[in-house]
């Protein structure tokens, strides 16, 4: 029996995914430079397994792009803020460009300081956060990134949503061994997820969300009619989502997620909000040894029995796609080609 075209599979190389990607960015008014960061962005998620944020994201990037509510060709504008301290207005663009603009400088910060702070507003994010500090742990330094986004998660204790997802994510270098790297929302389940299991008809598991009427639910597409999340951990993981707004909102000078309104712009997906990444150089505390400390922490966690330590997945996955390609379903392929036209 021949394989439904909707689940059967195709393998594209990398480089010809990023490449498809970034001329849909051009062809939907993003410029060559915001084109080529967003297509690296969406195709590394896809390649590493995290499909939420991969091309699953691109009709979304697509209609807010022609909703006019963010500026696909925007220059963002980087200022020297202090020793240790860089501030980037991204123009109503996208973070991405934003962080790669300031990169360079926040960087030579972090190694002249020890510890430097990139805050960016005026900016939206739509996409995985893992991909903001991996490649500083590859340097060997210390990342932490937070991000809000749009209004979909109810407080604990509250009976309306207020904050967004609410993600952080963390990278730091291993020896011998891929960096450790993580990325959590704050949120009981990514935004992303939800709404792939919606598509897939399937029940999400308990303790996720709740329907418009504030009842619990395990029917995805409950939660996006008019339902919300839950935090993880309750308490716990409210504070934290709150947190997340303070430092990625307040303190950079963005939107909360309860704070701008898209309903002008039909089609728009993308929160208008923040986003705050402290980088650390860990040779002005111990020298070589971190690196090294840490691969001592993750020997004694697998030595107490830790099967898959935090990301772990996601390198597996990038190895499999450097050797059979990236998958992709030939419906999704079919759609990637025809908005590139």
């Avoid at 200022?79 to 973070?95: P, Q």
């Avoid at 002249?112 to 702070?117: C, D, E, L, R, Y």
Wanted: charged share 20%.
């Amino acid at each position: 029996m021949s394989a439904r075209p909707d689940t059967a599979v195709a393998q594209i190389a990398f480089a010809d995914l990023q490449a498809l990607l970034q001329r849909i960015f051009v062809r939907h008014g993003c410029s060559e430079v915001v084109a080529r960061v967003l297509a690296f962005n969406c195709a590394s998620a896809q390649r590493d397994g995290a499909h939420s944020h991969g091309v699953f994201r691109i009709p979304g990037y697509v209609s807010t792009l022609a909703s006019h509510w963010v500026n696909g060709q925007a220059v963002p504008e980087v200022e020297d803020v202090a020793s240790g301290y860089v501030r980037v207005d991204a123009k109503g663009g996208f973070a991405q460009p934003a962080l790669a603009a300031a990169r360079t400088l926040l960087v030579e910060k972090a190694r002249s300081a020890g510890i430097a702070v990139l805050a960016i507003h005026n900016s939206h994010h739509f996409a995985a956060l893992w991909p903001d500090v991996e490649p500083f742990a590859d340097e060997g330094l210390v990342a932490l990134s937070v991000v809000n986004s749009m209004t979909c998660v109810v407080p604990h204790g509250a009976q309306q949503p207020l904050f967004g997802t609410n993600p952080i994510a963390f990278a730091a270098p291993c020896a011998g061994s891929d960096p450790i790297v993580f990325d959590m929302a704050t949120s009981a389940m990514a935004h992303g997820d939800v709404q792939i299991a919606a598509r897939k008809g399937e029940l999400l598991p308990e303790g996720m969300g709740v329907d418009n009427k504030g009842e619990p639910t395990r029917d995805p597409q409950a939660i996006l009619d008019g339902g919300a999340l839950l935090p993880f951990g309750g308490h716990k993981g409210s504070a934290l989502s709150m947190m997340v707004e303070l430092l990625a909102a307040a303190l950079t000078g963005g939107n909360f997620s309860f704070e701008f309104d898209w309903s002008q712009h039909p089609g728009a997906k993308t929160p208008w909000t923040g986003q705050l990444i402290i980088v650390i150089d860990p040779a002005r505390s111990v020298g070589n040894r971190f690196a090294e400390r840490s691969r001592d922490l993750v020997r004694q966690m697998q030595a107490v029995g830790l099967q898959r330590l935090p990301g772990e997945r996601r390198f597996r996955e990038r190895e499999q796609s450097a050797k059979q390609g990236v998958t992709l379903t030939v419906a999704e392929l079919e759609q990637l080609q025809g908005l590139a036209q």
